[in-house]
């Protein structure tokens, strides 16, 4: 049977860690010693057509990114240094370029007679937070029925989402833009966390509640 004292003893050892299990990733903003990153998400589909001055349809995320270097050392910027993850059921996407969103050649993923814009990039995975990024396009679900398209018209979208993205290039500044991610289902940004992982290291952050 524990004695008062090491039932004491315990209770505050179990108050000290809990503060370090509760630890929540910093709002829209973080930091090390090389890079600052400050980032915003919109999910809402009116306010994404108010931004980029077309409807994207369903399940786009947009995060407008600010990279700022802390120091002399000039940081590489990729955007396949950025995966944004739902905490709450596990999606994780990586960035879409503008040509999977708009290009001239165009994929529609077809399920139960619902059709959407998809990717031969591997941009989607639902699964835990243990879970890796997909990397290859094979389709696991027979339900599912792709149909590929070519259209030889410029699409307008293209040119406004090439000119609003987040740059790739060497930084020693300031830089900022819109990285777009799919994101399947009724989510909010305060269910989304980014992570970057790239020259700068390792860093994430969440949203905050609309």
Do not use: C, W
Not at 181 to 198: C, N, R, S
Request: proline content about 7%; hydrophobic content about 35%.
């Amino acid at each position: 049977m524990l004695s008062a004292t090491k039932i004491l003893t315990l209770a505050l050892l179990s108050t000290t860690l809990l503060p370090a299990a509760d630890k929540k990733l910093p709002i829209e903003e973080t930091t090390n010693d090389l890079l600052t990153i400050s980032a915003t998400a919109t999910l809402d589909r009116d306010q994404i057509k108010q931004e980029l001055g077309y409807d994207l349809g369903p399940d786009i995320a947009l995060v407008r990114v600010t990279l700022h270097t802390v120091s002399d050392k000039p940081i590489q910027v990729s955007h396949d240094d950025f995966l944004l993850i739902s905490s709450k059921d596990g999606q994780r996407s990586q960035p879409y370029e503008p040509g999977q969103l708009a290009g001239a050649d165009s994929l529609t993923v077809t399920q139960n007679g619902t059709k959407q814009a998809a990717s031969r990039r591997p941009g989607l995975t639902i699964g835990g937070f243990g879970g890796g990024i997909g990397t290859g396009t094979t389709n696991q679900n027979p339900d599912l029925k792709t149909q590929a398209s070519h259209d030889d018209k410029p699409n307008p979208l293209l040119a406004v989402l090439a000119e609003k993205i987040l740059p790739e290039k060497e930084i020693t500044d300031t830089i900022s833009g819109l990285l777009y991610f799919q994101m399947v289902g009724k989510l909010k940004p305060k269910d989304l966390e980014l992570h970057y992982k790239g020259p700068a290291g390792k860093m994430a952050l969440r949203f905050k509640p609309n």
